[in-house]
């Protein structure tokens, strides 16, 4: 099974994502790449993705990406126009600053990528990341 999430360091020039918001001075950037897709996946139904920092893997942190309904007040919410959604909650967020959301397509596989300019080191399988 090809999963569509993963944490592995990859870099794009900042010019290809949107600002999408900045709550207490923190950025977070998604691609238009990235809600392309997830208007792909979200269109028949009313789900958005929540993207969390969790504590795992082999460096101590680690991105969690799940399919969602279930909105919390403390959510703080990028949306383009009237389209899909990301919700990250605001212990996430502080992890996430600076970070960037982009969903990549290859030969053989497409997933979700976050861009970290913070994550200090890496596990060898990239699955995992340390501040």
Do not use: W
Request: charge should be negative.
């Amino acid at each position: 099974m090809l999963s569509l999430f993963t944490a592995k360091p990859f870099s794009l020039p900042l010019s290809t994502f949107t600002r999408l918001f900045s709550v207490d001075e923190t950025p977070f950037y998604v691609s238009d790449n990235a809600f392309k897709k997830l208007s792909q996946m979200t269109a028949d139904n009313d789900k958005f993705l929540r993207v969390k920092v969790e504590e795992g893997g082999c460096a101590g942190l680690k991105y969690s990406f799940d399919l969602d309904s279930e909105k919390s007040e403390d959510d703080k919410v990028v949306k383009q126009d009237s389209g899909p959604e990301v919700h990250v909650d605001p212990f996430s967020l502080a992890f996430l600053q600076d970070a960037m959301l982009d969903f990549i397509q290859e030969d053989f596989r497409e997933y979700f990528k976050i861009v970290n300019p913070h994550a200090t080191a890496t596990c060898s399988c990239g699955e995992s990341y340390s501040v």
